[in-house]
């Protein structure tokens, strides 16, 4: 009798995993409380895959013992919770690709960094010439590259909300580049759930496996029991003595005899956040196997990620900078850090839970103007409204520009850094951040 799976959710992830399910045997049903994206309606009408959208009917999926659910459907949804309260089993297309693949995989999560560390190792990789996929969060659906062909390598980034849906799934070459509260309004703003959930990365690790992560985060470093992982472990630090660290202005990295000296004035991206990345890429890098050459010319020769600190230009002296990546305080804090000039800054959004106190320190100092952007900027004015010389509300990327471009003078910079997601006025981070690039882009 043929197998019946059902897939919440019709975007990549959701898509990708009808495809291979279909072409594992599966008779495969796909259900989207939203429309349907025309590209992905297509392929599912091309492939003869059953699908409805605007809806979930409970009626289809009857007899399923098992769901594919995407990543932006909260555990928390009536559909799920029904579901599950049936004895559904729900699992990410990450957990259903897992099945179907024997390459070595390499995950990446955290609250900051996970981006950026992957796509720097990935471009490491194919610098070696490797047969290495870029994955899960980004890049393509693992699943819908497995319809074609099992990779060497697939370089994933995580999100928690994927690590939710994993049971089985095996992590080769584990990274997480560290843990700040973030997306707490899905884990019962309790912060030992998204602990959990992050810590999922490595549930099934085997001894020749290895887990990557940061010496300098608290909060990693408290849940790391003994034993919890048989795989390698190797960690990286700033100034603690581990298998990556910086010493004498040099990125070494090293692991069982094979060692990476690098200059850090030769890595091609700058800041503090961005030497934690480089050493978790190249630690990521040698233990996949990469030569140590390939491992120095991708670490000199990486371009960055768009709307993570990316200069967007300047004008009549004022230097325009998009983070619009920065969802979470940790990331902004970052930003922050790296800025050499004062600063007109822009934030605010969707405010999950923040905990903006941290940022005080970098506030006083640094910034001499908040732009408050949003629908409810009141967390944001209860924090710093006593802190900045100067703050103003806005409701529209076009109106916040403005108002920051007649803030800013000739040798301060304009910091789009919102410390919150972006859901309120926008579809998501990148939207953001297009708009943002798209108004600056108007400015005289």
Same mark, same amino acid.
């Given at each position: 009798?043929?197998?019946?799976?059902?897939?919440?959710?019709?975007?990549?992830?959701?898509?990708?995993?009808?495809?291979?399910?279909?072409?594992?045997?599966?008779?495969?049903?796909?259900?989207?409380?939203?429309?349907?994206?025309?590209?992905?309606?297509?392929?599912?009408?091309?492939?003869?895959?059953?699908?409805?959208?605007?809806?979930?009917?409970?009626?289809?999926?009857?007899?399923?013992?098992?769901?594919?659910?995407?990543?932006?459907?909260?555990?928390?949804?009536?559909?799920?919770?029904?579901?599950?309260?049936?004895?559904?089993?729900?699992?990410?297309?990450?957990?259903?690709?897992?099945?179907?693949?024997?390459?070595?995989?390499?995950?990446?999560?955290?609250?900051?960094?996970?981006?950026?560390?992957?796509?720097?190792?990935?471009?490491?990789?194919?610098?070696?010439?490797?047969?290495?996929?870029?994955?899960?969060?980004?890049?393509?659906?693992?699943?819908?590259?497995?319809?074609?062909?099992?990779?060497?390598?697939?370089?994933?980034?995580?999100?928690?909300?994927?690590?939710?849906?994993?049971?089985?799934?095996?992590?080769?070459?584990?990274?997480?580049?560290?843990?700040?509260?973030?997306?707490?309004?899905?884990?019962?703003?309790?912060?030992?759930?998204?602990?959990?959930?992050?810590? %999922?990365?490595?549930?099934?690790?085997?001894?020749?496996?290895?887990?990557?992560?940061?010496?300098?985060?608290?909060?990693?470093? %408290?849940?790391?029991?003994?034993?919890?992982?048989?795989?390698?472990?190797?960690?990286?630090?700033?100034?603690?003595?581990?298998?990556?660290?910086?010493?004498?202005?040099?990125?070494?990295?090293?692991?069982?005899?094979?060692?990476?000296?690098?200059?850090?004035?030769?890595?091609?991206?700058?800041?503090?956040?961005?030497?934690?990345?480089?050493?978790?890429?190249?630690?990521?890098?040698?233990?996949?196997?990469?030569?140590?050459?390939?491992?120095?010319?991708?670490?000199?020769?990486?371009?960055?990620?768009?709307? %993570?600190?990316?200069?967007?230009?300047?004008?009549?002296?004022?230097?325009?900078?998009?983070?619009?990546?920065?969802?979470?305080?940790?990331?902004?804090?970052?930003?922050?850090?790296?800025?050499?000039?004062?600063?007109?800054?822009?934030?605010?959004?969707?405010?999950?839970?923040?905990?903006?106190?941290?940022?005080?320190?970098?506030?006083?100092?640094?910034?001499?103007?908040?732009?408050?952007?949003?629908?409810?900027?009141?967390?944001?004015?209860?924090?710093?409204?006593?802190?900045?010389?100067?703050?103003?509300?806005?409701?529209?990327?076009?109106?916040?520009?403005?108002?920051?471009?007649?803030?800013?003078?000739?040798?301060?910079?304009?910091?789009?850094?919102?410390?919150?997601?972006?859901?309120?006025?926008?579809?998501?981070?990148?939207?953001?951040?297009?708009?943002?690039?798209?108004?600056?882009?108007?400015?005289?």
């Amino acid at each position: 009798m043929q197998k019946k799976i059902v897939i919440l959710g019709a975007g990549e992830s959701g898509t990708g995993a009808a495809l291979l399910a279909k072409s594992k045997g599966f008779k495969v049903f796909v259900s989207d409380m939203g429309q349907i994206a025309p590209g992905f309606r297509r392929e599912l009408e091309d492939n003869n895959i059953l699908f409805e959208e605007g809806q979930h009917s409970f009626e289809k999926f009857a007899e399923v013992k098992e769901v594919i659910k995407s990543p932006g459907i909260p555990d928390s949804a009536p559909i799920v919770v029904k579901l599950k309260s049936n004895g559904v089993s729900i699992i990410s297309d990450i957990e259903f690709a897992g099945r179907y693949s024997k390459a070595h995989i390499i995950g990446i999560t955290g609250s900051n960094g996970k981006t950026t560390t992957t796509l720097w190792l990935h471009h490491i990789m194919k610098m070696a010439g490797l047969d290495a996929v870029l994955s899960g969060n980004i890049g393509v659906s693992p699943c819908r590259t497995l319809v074609e062909r099992d990779p060497d390598y697939f370089v994933m980034e995580l999100s928690s909300f994927q690590l939710d849906g994993i049971f089985s799934f095996r992590v080769n070459t584990a990274v997480i580049t560290n843990i700040t509260p973030d997306h707490l309004d899905r884990y019962e703003y309790r912060m030992d759930n998204y602990v959990a959930s992050k810590f %999922r990365i490595i549930q099934n690790q085997l001894s020749d496996d290895c887990f990557i992560w940061c010496l300098n985060d608290d909060v990693i470093n %408290r849940n790391l029991r003994n034993g919890i992982t048989p795989a390698h472990l190797m960690p990286f630090s700033l100034d603690k003595e581990c298998a990556a660290r910086v010493e004498d202005m040099e990125l070494r990295t090293e692991i069982n005899e094979r060692k990476l000296i690098l200059p850090i004035n030769e890595i091609s991206l700058t800041g503090k956040h961005n030497l934690y990345n480089a050493m978790a890429a190249s630690l990521a890098a040698m233990h996949a196997g990469v030569e140590i050459e390939a491992i120095k010319e991708g670490l000199r020769t990486f371009g960055g990620v768009e709307h %993570r600190l990316e200069k967007v230009g300047e004008k009549n002296g004022v230097l325009f900078i998009n983070d619009s990546k920065a969802t979470n305080v940790n990331s902004t804090w970052y930003a922050l850090d790296s800025m050499k000039s004062p600063v007109v800054w822009i934030a605010g959004g969707t405010d999950k839970g923040n905990d903006y106190s941290e940022l005080n320190g970098l506030v006083k100092e640094k910034v001499k103007a908040l732009v408050c952007m949003g629908l409810e900027n009141t967390p944001l004015k209860n924090a710093f409204g006593t802190i900045v010389p100067k703050l103003v509300e806005t409701k529209s990327m076009e109106e916040a520009v403005k108002i920051a471009k007649e803030l800013a003078v000739e040798g301060d910079v304009v910091l789009l850094s919102p410390a919150c997601a972006s859901f309120d006025l926008f579809k998501n981070y990148e939207h953001r951040g297009n708009l943002f690039k798209e108004m600056v882009g108007k400015t005289q």
